[in-house]
């Protein structure tokens, strides 16, 4: 709750993009006034300078800005996000619609009372 008190006073128009090397523990945090894909790219090409290399997969989790369509509950990503892929040399993915883990609440979380 305190981080979410901290992150509000930047305002309505401040967006946090974080990147997380799971098996390093390593968090990538930086701010951004929008979530537009040219300020993604940056960010992940620059986390990946600072990790001096680029992980095989790389999972976006609720990124329109990457997100070119769903079909048959398949994400699809953008023509840029692929070009960026191919640049950088890994695989894009991205949580469908449905996957539970792309969600802040549990599936079955209980209701007020």
């Known amino acids: 709750m305190k981080k979410m008190k901290f ?3 930047f305002g309505p128009r401040k967006c946090v ?4 090397l799971a098996w390093a523990r390593i968090r990538f945090i930086r701010f951004a006034r929008d979530e537009k894909a040219v300020t993604t790219f940056g960010f992940l090409a ?3 300078e600072q990790l001096a290399g680029v992980p095989a997969m790389v999972l ?3 990124m329109g800005c990457l997100k070119a369509g769903t079909v048959a509950n398949v994400v699809i990503p953008t023509a840029g996000y692929g070009r960026f892929a191919r640049h950088y040399r890994f695989r894009p993915d991205l949580f469908p619609p ?5 969600h802040a609440d549990p599936p079955n979380a ?3 009372a």
């Open 7 to 9: 992150l509000s006073a």
């Open 17 to 20: 993009f974080l990147a997380v």
């Open 46 to 48: 620059e986390c990946f």
């Open 60 to 62: 976006a989790d609720r």
């Open 98 to 102: 449905a996957h539970p883990e792309s």
């Open 110 to 112: 209980p209701g007020p």
